[in-house]
């Protein structure tokens, strides 16, 4: 894959790996690998590197209301609007599910929030057209698909809190009502304001949308701290404990008690999925436990 940023500066990451089945873009692993790269090479030469996180909004709705066909149709045109736009300026990865990541090197925040702004009005203009051959009328029907979009940038942010910062730009668009780009404010960040974390619980569950939780042991997961694999949950409203026995992840367990609110919930097959609001400076002590146990 090729890079160019502003100006002359000209970076190659070629990835040989896989190209994600659905979207044709390279996948998750393929960021894994490219970031810590860019990090390096953007602090050496004393550049920015801007990360655009974007989600699909109300994507349940195309999976369950025409079919995971569809859905798929959906990320494909999503994503091959996004490749485009950033084209020799960037890469796209699918972060997964319908969330979609964008490295831009040599990019300051300004220039992504603009990127990010035509690539969300690109969207919008581009209604997806149903499948022809069907008998029914609503088959021509175009389905309108909008994106919500958080712009995060190094150095201003950290690199190690990149797709963090990113991410809670995300939700900040999401909150102010969806199909809108956000930037990460380091200057404003208000500690008192909660993280959403992304969890992973291996067994069924019953929590559900609004309930108080304790996640009472909780892991890295894919070496980020915003999606953690829970194997023990605590509900204090009701008084149940839920626990699912799994392998431990590289690196071992971190053993906390992290209390928070559930925002979203989401079954899948035998795992539950679920939106997580904890408060800021608990997500901040957790980090640096990481740093001092990796160093």
Known sequence: MSFMGSGEFQLEFPWTGELDTVTGIPPRKALDSSLPLLLRIMGQEDLPLSVIM????????????????????????????????VKYRGEA????????TLLLPNTSSDEADRTAERIRRSIYDSPLERESGKDDASSQIPLSVTISLGVSTFPSVAGSELLVAADQALYDAKKGGRNRVAVY?????????????????????????????????????????????????????????????????????????????????????????????????????????????DS
């Open 54 to 85: 974007i989600d699909i909004d109300h994507f349940k709705n195309f999976n369950d209301k025409w079919g995971h066909d569809t859905g798929d149709r959906v990320l494909r045109h999503v994503s091959c609007i996004i490749r485009e736009a």
């Open 93 to 100: 990865y699918r972060y997964g599910g319908e969330e979609i």
């Open 185 to 293: 404010n380091f200057q404003k960040k208000d500690e008192s304001l909660p993280v959403v974390l992304d969890v992973r619980f291996p067994a069924a569950s019953s929590i559900s949308e609004g309930s108080y939780i304790i996640l009472t042991r909780w892991f890295r997961h894919r070496g980020e701290l915003t999606e953690i694999e829970a194997r023990q949950i605590s509900d204090p409203g009701r008084g149940v404990r839920e626990i699912a026995e799994g392998p431990v992840p590289p690196g071992g367990p971190i053993t906390a008690e992290i209390r928070g609110r559930v925002i979203a919930v989401e079954r899948r097959g035998t795992s539950t999925f679920f939106s997580f609001e904890v408060e800021a400076e608990v997500l901040d002590l957790m980090f640096h436990y990481l740093q001092d146990r």
